[in-house]
């Protein structure tokens, strides 16, 4: 059956329903199944159209200091993003937005005149007989509304339509929150399995460094035992009376020079590999996760070895150190900080810059200041940088997104903080600062991550 209602009064605007049914209701709660964030305000908006006709209706969401977000807004069957992504509502609007029961409002325009901005007056421009306030509420509170401009409607069909509204926002709120739940479970899953990885990752690099140690001990000493026999070989020949045209033979003359310059290129190749795993042993520090006294500008330099892949040939490393205390931190979880500020820099250089790293120290505290001359951050995203997740790469440079979400636990941890300044096209800095002495108890008895 379908039933139309309104008065004839108000042709042309009037709110002409048709199989206004369960049915309907049924539908568009099923429709909430399925969806995700970024779909779910979108999908409220088409099915409530179907619900409760309205020429426009808006959804807003508490946001902060009793102002509302507008996440979506809906305007002669399309969806369409808002004249405004912010609200602040008059007292009269505040009142009806933190109502608990679906309310309607005649004359709208009219009585709301004095607080008209370009939100209202969006919703309000063709003077609409009602406006319709259905809060949508999660476990007794209000967290937003769903807010319908519409022609007139008889009073029994506004009931009706209070009962099914309700239910309707009702299943909105829930979804809205299962929604979020989920997806805040799955990233605790994904970070729960990075750190997995990177803890098995560390115990990986750990055995591999030591095992390859005593191989590369074993190379540089051949290495040399091979020289001083040659030295030997050498000295016999010219010891031979005689034969003096073997002697001065160049043949012999090069392939000695070769063998000597072979052991050159070893011994080289061989210490740097050696410094390299030393370095990472260092990184890794598993044979020392604990609390305990470190030398910042050791750990600095150690990381930077570590990182040369990343900065070789286009990134030049100015050092402004101070003198610093040793302070007591966990010294891998730090490393750990320095590692991801570091990489971050070489990223947003693209072809050829400087990371500046400057440390100081006051009674309290130890400062490190590491800084790039990089793209910089947009303003947009500043305050987003440190949120679990958040990466703005693609292609070349993959993210996680993880690597400050880390560096500020970790910081936290050590009950100091890290901030960012930056600015678009010339660059930007990040503060570490972490107290001489942490507090009583200090990170001391917050175990390993
Ligand atoms: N030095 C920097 N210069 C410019 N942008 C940066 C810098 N450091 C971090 N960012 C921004 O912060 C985001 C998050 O960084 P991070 O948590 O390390 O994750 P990821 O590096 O995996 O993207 C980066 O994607 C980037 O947009
Ligand atoms: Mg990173």
């Not at 108000?10 to 199944?33: K, M």
């Not at 160049?250 to 052991?263: D, T, V």
């Not at 795993?277 to 470190?294: C, G, M, P, Y």
């Not at 100091?416 to 600062?433: A, D, K, Y």
Request: proline share 4%; with cysteine.
């Amino acid at each position: 059956m379908s039933k139309a209602f309104g008065s004839p009064k108000a042709e042309g605007f009037q709110v002409a329903v048709s199989s206004l049914t369960l049915g309907t209701l049924y539908e568009a709660v099923l429709a909430f199944s399925g969806q995700d964030l970024e779909t779910f305000w979108p999908s409220v908006c088409q099915n409530s159209r179907w619900l409760i006709p309205s020429r426009r209706m808006g959804i807003l969401l508490s946001g902060e200091d009793g102002g509302f977000d507008v996440v979506g807004v809906f305007e002669q069957g399309k969806f369409q993003s808002p004249p405004e992504s912010q609200y602040t509502p008059g007292p009269g609007m505040s009142e009806a937005l933190a109502t608990a029961s679906a309310q309607w409002f005649d004359n709208p325009a009219d009585r709301f005149k004095d607080e008209m901005n370009r939100l209202t007056e969006w919703f309000f421009r063709d003077g609409p007989d009602l406006l319709f306030v259905l809060p949508i509420r999660e476990t007794g509170t209000n967290i937003g509304a769903l807010v319908f401009a519409t022609g007139s409607v008889e009073d029994a069909d506004r009931a009706m339509l209070n009962t099914l509204g309700t239910i309707y926002a009702l299943h909105a709120g829930m979804s809205y929150r299962l929604i979020r739940i989920t997806e805040e479970r799955r990233q605790m899953q994904e970070r729960l399995a990075v750190q997995e990885k990177m803890a098995s990752l560390g115990s990986l690099v750990a055995g591999v460094a030591h095992e390859v140690n005593t191989p590369i001990g074993s190379i540089i000493g051949a290495a040399d035992v091979s020289v001083r026999c040659i030295r030997k070989l050498n000295d016999l020949v010219q010891d031979i009376e005689g034969h003096d045209d073997i002697k001065h033979d160049p043949r012999l003359e090069k392939a000695s020079r070769l063998l000597f310059e072979n052991y050159r290129v070893i011994t080289e190749a061989g210490t740097r590999i050696a410094e390299m795993v030393r370095s990472l042993k260092n990184f890794a520090r598993l044979d020392e996760a604990d609390f305990q006294k470190t030398d910042i500008h050791d750990a600095i330099e150690n990381t930077l070895r570590l990182v040369h892949h990343e900065f070789k040939n286009k990134v030049t490393v100015i050092r402004e150190y101070g003198d610093l205390p040793k302070i007591d931190c966990y010294p891998s979880q730090l490393n750990q900080v320095f590692m991801n500020l570091f990489v971050n820099a070489a990223h947003s250089i693209d072809e050829q810059g400087t990371v500046m790293i400057r440390t100081s120290a006051d009674n309290e505290n130890v400062y490190v200041k590491v800084s790039d001359t990089g793209k910089g951050i947009l303003a947009k995203n500043i305050g987003k940088v440190f949120d679990p997740g958040f990466t703005t790469k693609g292609g070349l440079d993959v993210g996680t997104g993880l690597g400050l979400s880390i560096c500020y636990n970790i910081m936290q941890k050590h009950h100091g903080t890290i901030s960012v300044n930056s600015e678009v096209g010339r660059g930007t800095e990040f503060t570490l600062t972490l107290p001489q002495k942490p507090p009583a108890g200090g990170g001391a008895t917050t175990g390993t991550p």
